[in-house]
C-alpha cells in the first residue's frame, strides 16, 4: 500500500455527486518532490551539469567578454575557493538555524507541525541555493588550468556565473530570516494550520445548499467476502474512492472500505471487503488504493488539521507553559473552522451508480470533527477563566450557521462550556 496512480480529483460537482469527497490523490510526480532533500538535490544536480559543460561550452565557442571576471588562473582559484569555504560554512548556519526552529516548533507547539517546518519551499530552495552555489564553485574550479604566468584557461563567464549565484545566495539567506522569524509565530502557526484545514473541509464536505445527498440502503451479501488486509503498518494517507468506485462497476462488484483516512493499521488489518472475489491478477491493484505512510497527512483528512489547531491549544494549557492567550488564539481560528463545517453536510457512506450499490466507505462525519475541536480543549483548559467562556461564545456564535442536524452537536458541548463557566463563578 505505498504508492497510488494519478488520481487527480474530478470536477467537485460531479465528485459530490456521487457521494464522494473531491479531495486530491497523491501522484508519483508529488510524492518525489515530498521528502525535505528532494528540492536542495535537484537544485545541486542542476549546479553540478552547468558546472561541468558551461566551462566546455566556453573552452571553444567564448573569446574575452566585457562585464564578466577578468583575473587570471591563480585569481580565479582564490575567488572560487573563497566562495566555495563561505557557502559551505553559510550552509551549515542555515541548517543550524532550522534544526533550532524545528526544535522549538515541537517543544512549544507540537511534533504534529514539524512536517510544516519542513515541507517549506523557502527552506528548502535557501538550502539549495546555497549547497548549489557550493558544488558550482568547486565543480568550475576544476576546470582552471595553468598559472597567471603560463598558458592557462580561465572560464571567464563561469566565475561570472559564480559571483551572481553568491548574489542570489544573499537575497535567499535574507528572505529565509523573514521567513523563519515569521514562521515561528504562533499567530502564522495557527493562521497557516487554519487555512490548511478549511481548504481541506472545503473539499471534503458537500455545500449544505445542494441538499442533502442521498443514503442508499444497503445490507451486507449473504456471500463470503474476498477480504485484502494491509501488508504494512502506518497512517491511511489516502484512499483513491474514485478508482475503486469504477472498478466496481466495470467487474459488477460491491467494495466496503473497512477504515477511514487518518486511522492507523498494522500489518494484517482488514482494509477492503469485496463481493465477488476479484481476479488474482487485480488484488494488488485495489490494494494500491489504500496508502499507507509513515506520517498522517493532511490532504485527505480534515481531521489532522484540526488535530494539529488541538494539539497547540493543549500544550499551551499544559502546567509547563500554561499559555492559555495562544489556546484562546487557536480557539479563534477553530470558530472560523467550525463556522463553515457545521454549513456542510456528510458524506453518505453507501455510494450507488446507476441504482446500484457500488461503494461502503467511511468518511469523517461533521460532528466527529466538532467533537475533536472542542472536547480536549475544555477539558484541559476546564480551569481556565476564558477557556470555557470562549467555547460557549463560539458555540452561540456558529449555532445560527449549522444546518439542523449539526445543532445537536453544538449544543451538547454548550451546554458542557456552560456548566464549566458557571462553576467558575461560584468558585470566583
Known amino acids: 500500500m505505498d504508492d497510488v496512480q494519478d ?6 460537482g460531479s465528485e459530490s455527486d456521487s457521494g464522494l469527497p473531491a479531495v ?6 508529488g510524492r ?13 544536480a542542476v549546479a553540478l551539469v552547468v558546472g561541468v559543460l558551461l566551462p566546455e561550452w566556453e573552452r571553444g565557442a567564448v573569446d574575452d567578454l566585457p562585464f564578466v571576471f577578468q583575473g587570471g588562473a591563480d585569481g580565479a582559484r582564490s575567488v572560487l575557493g573563497t566562495i566555495a569555504g563561505a557557502m559551505i560554512s553559510v550552509t551549515g548556519l542555515v541548517f543550524s538555524i532550522t534544526m533550532v526552529v524545528v526544535q522549538l516548533a515541537s517543544s512549544q507547539f507540537s511534533p504534529r507541525v514539524l512536517g510544516d517546518f519542513l515541507s517549506s519551499r523557502v527552506t528548502q530552495a535557501t538550502l539549495g541555493v546555497f549547497t548549489a552555489t557550493f558544488v558550482y564553485a568547486l565543480t568550475v574550479l576544476r576546470s582552471v588550468e595553468g598559472t597567471s604566468d603560463t598558458e592557462s584557461f580561465v572560464p571567464q563567464l563561469s566565475i561570472t556565473l559564480a559571483f551572481l549565484l553568491v548574489l542570489g545566495s544573499v537575497v535567499m539567506f535574507l528572505a529565509f530570516i523573514h521567513h523563519i522569524t515569521t514562521a515561528i509565530k504562533v499567530s502564522s502557526i495557527v493562521s497557516h494550520l487554519g487555512e ?5 473541509i472545503g473539499r471534503y464536505f458537500p455545500p449544505g445548499d445542494r441538499g442533502a445527498p442521498q443514503q442508499p440502503e444497503w445490507e451486507p451479501p449473504t456471500s463470503a467476502p474476498h477480504q485484502i488486509d494491509a501488508v504494512e503498518h502506518g497512517y491511511i494517507a489516502e ?3 474514485r478508482r475503486l468506485l469504477d472498478w466496481a462497476v466495470e467487474h459488477d462488484a460491491v467494495v466496503q472500505v ?10 494484517g488489518s482488514p482494509a477492503l471487503r469485496i463481493w465477488p472475489a476479484p481476479p488474482e491478477d487485480e488484488a494488488d491493484e485495489l490494494r494500491r488504493t489504500v496508502v499507507v505512510e509513515q506520517d498522517r497527512v493532511m490532504h485527505q483528512d480534515p481531521g489532522f488539521g484540526v488535530r494539529k489547531l488541538v494539539d497547540i491549544a493543549e500544550r499551551a494549557l499544559s502546567p509547563g507553559i500554561n499559555d492559555p492567550t495562544t489556546a484562546s488564539e487557536v480557539l479563534d481560528e477553530l470558530h472560523r473552522i467550525l463556522r463553515a463545517l457545521v454549513a456542510r453536510r456528510d458524506l453518505p457512506d453507501v ?7 457500488r461503494l461502503v466507505h467511511r468518511p469523517q462525519r461533521v460532528a466527529e470533527l466538532v467533537d475533536l475541536a472542542l472536547e480536549e480543549v475544555l477539558h484541559y483548559g476546564e480551569e481556565s477563566p476564558q477557556i470555557p467562556r470562549r467555547v460557549l461564545s463560539i458555540c452561540r456564535a456558529v449555532r445560527p450557521a449549522a444546518l439542523p442536524e449539526h ?3 453544538l449544543d451538547r458541548w454548550e451546554r458542557v462550556a456552560r456548566r464549566m463557566a458557571d462553576q467558575l463563578e461560584v468558585e470566583a
Do not use: K
Open 258 to 267: 473497512l477504515l477511514p483516512v487518518g486511522r492507523f493499521v498494522t500489518e
Open 407 to 409: 445543532v445537536p452537536a
Open 32 to 44: 518525489m518532490w515530498r521528502p525535505f532533500w528532494a528540492l536542495p538535490l535537484a537544485v545541486v
Open 351 to 357: 455510494v450507488e451508480r446507476d441504482g446500484t450499490v
Open 196 to 200: 490548511d484545514t478549511m481548504d481541506v
Open 7 to 12: 488520481d487527480r480529483h474530478r470536477p467537485s
Open 24 to 29: 486530491r490523490s497523491s501522484t508519483t510526480w
Open 239 to 241: 484512499i483513491a474512492l
